[in-house]
């Protein structure tokens, strides 16, 4: 099934399942942030999306819940395994290479590159709170 808009499909069927036409954008994609209770004027602007483009997405999802929703819930338990998947098996190496110390010469580049991380660290925690306290204060739904 798919929804058409102004005489144009505006959601597809492709390989990467159901996809917003003209875009690389799946409803799964939309999935994501509408479960995390983000607007649709804030998913928009994130995809840079028309405001006919997400409607339509919106619209698709309202009118074929069920199927949307199932097909979600198989994306997700398949991104998990995946994420899962590469999380053991690169396990090992990640740790090994975390012990190994700086190469001769290059301390104080290393030590440069720690602060860095740190303070991307820092930055990184500062804007999720921040995030947090937007997606609390203007929740709404679609």
């Known amino acids: 099934m798919s929804l058409q808009s102004n005489g144009k499909v505006a959601i597809i069927r492709t390989e990467r399942g159901l996809t917003i ?7 799964y994609d939309v999935m994501d942030y509408l479960t995390a209770e983000y607007p649709p004027k804030f998913i928009r602007g ?6 006919e483009q997400i409607n339509a997405a919106l619209t698709y999802i309202k009118a074929n819940r069920t199927e949307v929703e199932a097909e979600y819930q198989i994306v997700v338990k398949e991104a998990e395994e995946l994420r899962q998947y590469y999380e053991q098996r690169n396990r090992d190496l990640i740790a ?12 104080a580049a290393w030590e440069k590159l720690q602060a860095q991380k740190a303070k991307h660290q820092a930055q990184f925690e500062s804007q999720r709170q921040r995030s947090a306290y937007f997606i609390q204060k203007h929740r709404l739904r679609y």
């Open 21 to 27: 036409s003209g875009t690389r954008i799946t409803l």
């Open 46 to 51: 994130l995809f840079n999306l028309t405001e």
């Open 96 to 107: 090994r290479l975390a012990k190994k110390p700086p190469l001769p010469g290059r301390e």
